[in-house]
């Protein structure tokens, strides 16, 4: 007796755990989610209040106040290489009147929806739910972290809902995806790969699928927006960033591009700048060592990797897209991605694995750093939500354990992410410089000459109506080819400025591009300076340096500083 009640209260508590982790069936917003959601926007707009922004945040915010809506759309995104739905809702805020603050705003309240959205409608496992809005994607890189990126996740979830509606809504989901597509590139593949899996959907719906009008709406819709993101974000011929270079090498194809934007083409191109080995250490000794063996063999110090080796690094580097968005452990990760795999075998959803492959067939072909990892981790979600949605109950028991056992891995992985949030918000270092250098600048150089020579420093300017260094055009950085050149660079020293602002990169210790073969490094330059040792040899020696760390997992992904040059008396 007393074992056949051992037994069934084991059994009871196994249902009990496989029940709090299965999916979830019915849409409540009670008093636990409104409490989570107040808590979320309040960390949320304290964070972003403390948060100095970083020169992609100016440079947006500057464009949308000195620019018209139709140069932004029509101009000025060509420079960015990014469509132009932030920059658009930014004009807005400017246009009315609103101060640089608004901007961040906007991005807590985009990410409150998000957050909305999640708690009342997500087909997650209660834990799950609760924390994911705290996790670091969707707290800090977007709602506190203002950028087009800050549309990401409400425009994804949003979409997922519309998709999964009882009564199909093809229009709405159009309209969703189009504005999806036109918050960056990488989002657009993103897009792409959710209109391709609702395009599955519609077809299996049979008696209920949509009209024939509603589906050419749609897709009259979804062509206009789709087409416009990528006519804005294709690169000016006359860009100075080094992706541009690579597309504008094609003579043909570079004087197309020029016709089509308006925008002549440059007589000569020039080359990409390649940093100097001596200014850029690097160290290879990874960890491990069987690590530092591969790291060798991939990345010799003689730089003559073999085919095989460049294979394998490129293929190593493209996993690690993967894994960096979900955990900090390769182990955890691995584990995580193949409970996904044998539960999408169990539901036999194979297709709701399109947004993440065609967002990792993006990265290879696009600019992809960092930054750009929320957009997988959004991808990810995505999958997750559109294979549990609507999922009926699971009766085999095997089934029933891999659902668990999926669940306590996303549970652990969003708990981890959670952890990052906190090692972000309690970090002592500033998220940029942006407010030492702004209120040096504002104490030390009243009525003296400034001069600027890296994007970076675009940090300061969102402060003042006027452009605050004398070589430059505008207080936003052009990208042009025919602005900041190292020959006008070196024409602004010869007019001795009372300052001299550089902007120094530098990679953390969070090494996203390659995390599955961690290689050390120490204070490695991420972008070429060939400014500062010209300005050394020319009467100028740095004074000041003031820098911010952006966290990533629990460390830093980048330090960026502003270095202040002044000449030798």
């Known amino acids: 007796m007393d074992e056949a009640l051992e037994s069934l209260n084991q059994n009871r508590d196994q249902a009990y755990f496989m029940k ?15 409490a989570l959601l107040g808590l979320y926007t309040a960390v949320a707009s304290w964070l972003a209040y403390t948060h100095a922004a970083w020169a992609d945040e100016a440079q947006a915010w500057l464009i949308a106040r000195d620019c018209t809506l139709g140069q932004i759309l029509f101009e000025r995104m060509h420079y960015e290489g990014t469509p132009g739905l932030w920059h658009a809702l930014l004009w807005t805020l400017t246009r009315l009147g609103c101060p640089y603050g608004a901007m961040h705003v906007l991005s807590v309240a985009a990410g409150a929806a998000a957050a909305y959205l999640v708690l009342r409608y997500a087909p997650f496992p209660a834990p799950v739910r609760w924390l994911l809005p705290f996790s670091f994607a969707p707290l800090f890189q977007t709602a506190v972290v203002a950028r087009s990126y800050s549309l990401v996740p409400v425009l994804v979830f949003g979409l997922c809902m519309a998709m999964l509606a009882l009564r199909p809504r093809p229009v709405l989901v159009a309209v969703l ?12 593949c993103l897009t792409m790969g959710l209109v391709g899996y609702y395009v599955f959907h519609l077809r299996g719906l049979g008696p209920t699928r949509p009209e024939k009008k509603q589906l050419w709406t749609a897709g009259t819709v979804l062509a206009v927006l789709g087409l416009f993101a990528i006519y804005t974000a294709i690169p000016a011929p006359d860009q100075s960033t080094g992706e541009a270079h690579g597309v504008m090498s094609n003579r043909t194809v570079g004087h197309a591009i020029a016709r089509l934007t308006g925008i002549p083409m440059p007589e000569t191109i020039a080359p990409k700048v390649q940093p100097h080995p001596t200014a850029f250490p690097v160290t290879s000794a990874a960890h491990g060592k ?38 900090s452990s390769n182990l955890l990760a691995l584990a995580f991605y193949t409970a996904l795999i044998a539960w999408l075998a169990a539901l036999g959803r194979w297709r709701a694995l399109l947004p993440l492959v065609v967002v990792l067939l993006g990265s290879k072909f696009l600019p992809f750093n960092e930054h750009h990892s929320i957009v997988v981790w959004a991808a990810l979600i995505a999958v997750i939500w559109l294979s549990a949605e609507g999922q009926e109950a699971v009766a085999n028991q095997h089934r029933r354990r891999r659902q668990t056992i999926f669940g306590v891995l996303l549970l652990a992985i969003t708990i981890e992410q959670t952890a990052w949030t906190a090692a972000a918000a309690f970090a002592k270092a500033p ?44 207080t936003y950085w052009t990208w042009m080819l025919r602005d900041n050149t190292m020959q006008s660079q070196v024409e602004a020293v010869a007019t001795r400025p009372d300052f001299i602002l550089v902007g120094h990169g530098y990679l953390g210790d969070a090494l996203w591009r390659n995390q599955i073969l961690p290689v050390k490094t120490t204070w490695i330059r991420d972008q070429p300076d060939l400014i500062s040792p010209y ?12 820098c911010g760390n952006q966290p990533a997992h629990f460390g830093v992904s980048e330090t960026d500083c502003t270095v202040v040059f002044e000449p030798v008396r």
């Open 535 to 546: 300005l050394d040899a020319h009467g100028y020696r740095e004074t000041q340096r003031f």
């Open 431 to 474: 998220f940029d410089d942006s407010l030492q250098t702004e209120r040096f600048l504002s104490e030390q150089t009243r009525g003296r000459r400034v001069a600027s020579f890296d994007y970076h420093t675009v940090t300061v300017l969102p402060f003042t109506a006027q452009p605050a260094f004398f070589n430059q055009r505008t």
């Open 290 to 327: 069987i690590s530092e063996r591969l790291a060798r063999w991939m990345q010799p110090a003689t730089g003559r990797a073999s085919h095989a080796a460049k294979l394998a690094l490129s293929v190593v580097t493209w996993l690690s897209l993967l894994f960096y968005p979900v955990s």
């Open 20 to 34: 709090l982790f299965s999916t979830r069936t019915t849409n409540t917003f009670g008093a636990v989610e409104a």
């Open 177 to 188: 995806a189009g504005l999806l597509a036109n918050t960056s590139l990488i989002a657009f």
